[in-house]
């Protein structure tokens, strides 16, 4: 399946991604350095990576770079006047970054290639995607419960920051053009936007999903 992180999106959004760890955390602040006092060594390493690729990101988009601070939940917190997405998986990171201007909210997720487990799919598939995964799997495909898995995790990575509510795995319902490369959410819940767009691509034994949401001034613009 064909494609790299940066064709996932458009031409508003900056993409970094590193499969080179780095031990460096100089460019951390004292929010972050303490955050991975209390973490394991492999979460660590894993939280410097996707730092050091969002703050790569903001200098190639030619945003200064700012801290990005730690929410209850773990999840990043983003300067008031930037977007962006982390994520890591198996010695992958990468991250994406927008102007606020440009684009209202992004989710971008990585997972191995490997197989989903059948209880795990039970759990995140409604019977519609259930049978999608069971029907599409081939040599071009090869584990298509995990594109399912991590276009959900997509989803509520660019859901979260906008509404700042969970969104359950059931709560949104996937259709995939697997001859494009890309998928629909449908949001079964409450909430500003009933359908999302999204693609994905494989790479080196890695699968990304991501969603890009356009801000109403960009819209408007174009």
């Known amino acids: 399946m064909g494609g790299t992180l940066k064709t996932l999106f458009s031409s508003s959004v900056t993409v970094i991604e590193t499969r080179t760890p780095t031990a460096d955390t100089s460019f951390l602040s004292p929010e972050e350095r303490t955050y991975l006092e209390s973490v394991s060594q492999?979460?660590?390493?894993?939280?410097?990576?996707?730092?050091?690729?969002?703050?790569?990101?903001?200098?190639?988009?030619?945003?200064?770079p700012e801290?990005?601070?730690?929410?209850?939940?773990?999840?990043?917190?983003w300067p008031s006047t930037i977007v962006g997405s982390i994520t890591h998986s198996?010695?992958?990171?990468?991250?994406?970054?927008?102007?606020?201007s440009e684009v209202l909210s992004l989710g971008l997720d990585a997972e191995t290639n490997e197989p989903l487990?059948?209880?795990v799919l039970q759990r995140i598939g409604n019977t519609q995607?259930?049978?999608?995964?069971?029907?599409?799997?081939?040599a071009i495909i090869q584990h298509p419960g995990k594109i399912l898995f991590s276009a959900k995790e997509a989803t509520y990575k660019a859901w979260y920051p906008i509404t700042q509510e969970w969104l359950g795995f059931q709560e949104a319902h996937i259709d995939f053009h697997s001859d494009e490369?890309?998928?629909?959410?449908?949001?079964?819940?409450?909430?500003?936007?009933?359908?999302?767009?999204?693609?994905?691509?494989?790479?080196?034994?890695?699968?990304?999903?991501?969603?890009?949401?356009?801000?109403?001034?960009?819209?408007?613009?174009?």
């Open 181 to 222: 490369n890309t998928f629909t959410v449908q949001i079964q819940k409450k909430g500003p936007f009933k359908k999302l767009f999204g693609k994905f691509v494989i790479q080196q034994g890695i699968i990304l999903t991501a969603i890009e949401i356009p801000s109403p001034q960009s819209e408007i613009q174009s």
């Open 90 to 100: 198996h010695g992958y990171a990468a991250a994406a970054v927008a102007k606020k």
């Open 117 to 119: 487990s059948p209880k």
């Open 67 to 77: 801290h990005i601070r730690i929410g209850e939940k773990g999840e990043p917190i």
């Open 42 to 64: 492999n979460r660590k390493r894993e939280f410097i990576a996707g730092r050091f690729c969002a703050r790569e990101a903001m200098k190639s988009a030619n945003i200064p």
């Open 129 to 138: 995607e259930q049978e999608w995964v069971q029907s599409v799997e081939s």
